[in-house]
């Protein structure tokens, strides 16, 4: 669905909505600290803004912003987990906005950290913004997963395939799919006023992705660290505009 000038500045709200909400956890984040007490900053910046959680409550997931530590892909539930220096956290937050979502990820780093976690953390970034770089006008859509598979593979890594990107509006999760791979066929082309919310998932070893018995805690397979970043991206008659950046 291709969204209006009105409706994409109602996702501009919700989207500086998201990036207070990275801010703010970024800044809280750091050894001894629990993923619970993150997601009460969360929640304060969310009241604080008087807007919603798109998370909390959907399909039953019992918090307002997912955290992912270290071999943890996404969907991970806040709780008593401390926070260790070397760890890296993956932080997903959604907020609602006069009834618009804005959806995107981060990964950090939480003291020093391994050389090669700081390296899949620094390609993860750099495939989400190879994605971006492909939302043009006319272009296919799985041009996007082409170009975030093609950084990640260069680099050794992998991209996981069970979760991919979505298009966005009044609901989180809208058609199209937007793989993070080149999936054997272009897709549709893009037209300005397609928003989407593109978001690699990348594992230091191979893709595969087991979810824990919470029903929703997803990690890698093999047990290497996994990294994610997202923003929601809008394309405008200008070129690809994000909407969750701050400022």
């Known amino acids: ?23 703010r956890i970024r800044a809280a984040a750091r050894p001894g600290v629990t993923t619970a007490e993150l997601d009460g900053v969360a929640r304060r910046v969310l009241a604080e803004r008087q807007a919603r959680s798109s998370f909390l409550g959907y399909r039953g997931f019992p918090a307002a912003i997912c955290t992912s530590p270290n071999d943890m892909v996404v969907h991970g539930i806040p709780g008593d987990y401390r926070l260790e220096e070397g760890d890296i956290l993956s932080v997903d937050c959604g907020a609602i906005v006069a009834g ?9 780093a939480i003291g020093a950290v391994a050389p090669q976690a700081r390296r899949l953390m620094e390609v993860t970034e750099a495939a989400l913004w190879a994605g971006i770089g492909q939302m043009e006008d006319g272009n296919r859509l799985n041009e996007i997963g082409r170009a975030v598979e093609e950084v990640v593979e260069k680099a050794g890594m992998s991209v996981v395939r069970e979760y991919v990107g979505h298009g966005i509006g009044t609901a989180m999760h809208e058609d ?15 037209k300005v006023g397609h928003v989407l919310a593109i978001e690699p998932m990348v594992n230091l070893g191979q893709a595969p992705t087991v979810t824990l018995a919470d029903g929703w805690s997803v990690v890698t397979a093999d047990g290497s660290l996994s990294a994610h970043f997202e923003h929601t991206v ?7 505009e994000v909407l969750t950046l701050a400022g």
């Open 1 to 23: 669905m291709r969204r209006s000038p009105e409706e994409i500045a109602k996702m501009r709200r919700a989207g500086r909505v998201v990036a207070e909400m990275h801010e």
């Open 100 to 108: 618009y979502h804005g959806d995107a990820a981060f990964t950090m």
């Open 176 to 190: 199209p799919q937007v793989p993070n791979y080149w999936p054997g066929r272009p897709g549709p082309r893009l």
């Open 234 to 240: 809008a394309l405008t008659p200008a070129g690809p």
